[in-house]
């Protein structure tokens, strides 16, 4: 394992392959609810993060760590889909994860995507959050495009819960998980930049060589609109990336300051 650690900046751990990834991501996990266990996390759809569900699983049927106190805070979902539609992110999130974890289904909260009032309920789950005391440990993946959740690029540092269009190259990731012939919709209800900011802890997981050069922008050029995820940076040493050798191929070691 690769370690590059500056206190006051954000911290990169370059591990073997996914498995890895999975099994530091579960520790970190770990960590937090052994402090706080009614942590209040959140974790990323998609299959960058099935290592680590299946790590936190398995340590919770071997009654290794609890689950069973934390808030579950979902980060996206597709506006008009319910959580028991089969092609829901939290209802995918609920059978990848939060069945398999030992998670309370009370304690879960999902982004308000098939509310009539988008906005009213959106601003309901930023006022949840807070209630909360906001993220203890935000989990979150890189997607092909650099969004973060469902933040797509154009997205604000400072941008909060709210509706979202989703681009060509998003609607395409969602095809490969989507279950019946209904258009893919094109808008999602997504977590902000800056409530992600506002975390304790983010960690961003990123595994695979086609991830490599989103990594690399992400990392190494100036933060930007055009690469949301880049944004996670201006958490300095509360961002800790957690990446694959395959993914990290790209980066030259070369820190950018976000100004
Ligand atoms: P993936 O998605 O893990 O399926 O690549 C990541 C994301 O879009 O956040």
Known sequence: MRIITASSTWNLTVVPNAFAMG???ADIVADTVRVKPNAVVSVPTGTTPLTLFE?????????EIDLSRIELFCLDDYVGVTADDPNSLTGWLKSAFI????????????????????ASATLAYERDLAALGGL????VGLGPNGHVAYNEPGSLADSRTR???????????????W????????????IGVGTL?????????????SKAEMLRRTLEERTSADVPASWL??????????????????LSGRRVSHS
């Open 179 to 190: 279950r019946h012939s209904v258009p893919i919709p094109r808008s999602a209800v997504t």
């Open 55 to 63: 790590e936190l699983a398995a340590r919770s049927r071997r009654g």
């Open 197 to 209: 900011l506002d975390a304790k802890q983010i960690v961003l997981v990123v595994t695979g060589e």
């Open 99 to 118: 069945d398999r974890a030992g998670i309370d289904p009370d304690h879960v909260h999902s982004v308000p995507a098939a509310a009539t009032d988008l």
């Open 23 to 25: 099994g530091l991501a």
């Open 233 to 250: 940076r201006l958490a300095k040493n509360r961002l800790m990336v957690i990446t694959d050798e395959a993914a990290a191929s790209r």
């Open 163 to 177: 509706v979202v269009s989703l681009t060509a190259e998003s609607r395409a990731q969602a095809a490969a998980y």
């Open 136 to 139: 203890d440990l935000a989990i």
